[in-house]
C-alpha cells in the first residue's frame, strides 16, 4: 500500500531535498506504509465538518500558484462521498481567480487549520466549478447554507486525489471567540 499523497509530492527534486537533509528514509516507510490516503475516513470527516475556514491554492495559466482563503459558517466545505468534496460559492470581490484558474488547470491544494488543537490536513484534488442554476439540484441543496444570507452563485466540487495529516510543529496556538470563551469560563 502507498501513500498517495508522498506518491503525488515526492517528485525526484523533492527526494533529493530530503536525501540533502537526512530525511529520505522516514519519507521512505512513509510513502511505502503511511497510505493510502486517498479517501476521507471518518476522522478526515469529522476535522473537515469542524472547519470555518481553509486556504484553496490553484495554478494560473502563466504558472503561478495562487492562493485564497475561504471562510463561511462551520461545516460549509461538505464530504460529498470519500473521495469528493464541494462548498457553495457566494459573490466576493469578483475577481474570480480560482474560477478562472480551474477552467484552464483542476488541479488544487486546500489546507484546513486547527490552530486551537495545533492539527492541519492538507488536501490535493482536482477543482470543477459549475454555475448553481445549472448544477446538480441534490448537490446544490447539499452545499446550501440554510441560515447564510449570500445567494449561491457556484458550487465548487473537489475530487480528492489525496491528504495528509500535517505535524504540529510550529503552529501557532489561536483561537476563535468561542474557542476563547469556552476557555475563559465565559461561555453561555
Same mark, same amino acid.
Given at each position: ?24 528514509? =522516514?519519507?521512505?516507510?512513509? !510513502?511505502?506504509? +503511511? /497510505? *493510502? ?11 473537515? %465538518? ?12 502563466? =504558472?503561478?500558484?495562487?492562493? !485564497?482563503?475561504? +471562510? /463561511? *459558517? ?11 468534496? %464541494? ?12 474560477? =478562472? ?88
Amino acid at each position: 500500500m502507498s501513500h498517495r499523497f508522498a506518491d503525488i509530492t515526492f517528485t525526484e527534486s523533492v527526494k533529493a531535498a530530503q536525501s540533502e537533509h537526512g530525511s529520505r528514509p =522516514g519519507n521512505d516507510r512513509l !510513502q511505502a506504509l +503511511g /497510505g *493510502p490516503n486517498d479517501l476521507i475516513g471518518p476522522r478526515e470527516a469529522e476535522y473537515i %465538518a469542524q472547519r470555518d475556514t481553509f486556504y484553496l491554492a490553484t495554478i494560473g495559466e502563466t =504558472g503561478w500558484p495562487y492562493v !485564497q482563503h475561504r +471562510g /463561511g *459558517p462551520r461545516g460549509f466545505l461538505r464530504v460529498v462521498t470519500p473521495s469528493q468534496l %464541494a462548498f457553495a460559492d457566494f459573490r466576493g470581490n469578483t475577481q474570480l481567480i480560482s474560477t =478562472g484558474n480551474a477552467a484552464r488547470e483542476d488541479r488544487c491544494s486546500l489546507i484546513m487549520v486547527d490552530y486551537a488543537n495545533r492539527r492541519r490536513l492538507k488536501i490535493l484534488g482536482r477543482l470543477s466549478i459549475e454555475k448553481a442554476g445549472t448544477a446538480d439540484p441534490d448537490l446544490v441543496a447539499r452545499v446550501a447554507l440554510t441560515d447564510y444570507p449570500a445567494k449561491v452563485e457556484r458550487i465548487f466540487t473537489i475530487d480528492v486525489e489525496a491528504f495528509d495529516w500535517n505535524c504540529p510543529q510550529h503552529i501557532t496556538r489561536r483561537y476563535t471567540p468561542e474557542e476563547f470563551a469556552m476557555l475563559s469560563g465565559d461561555a453561555a
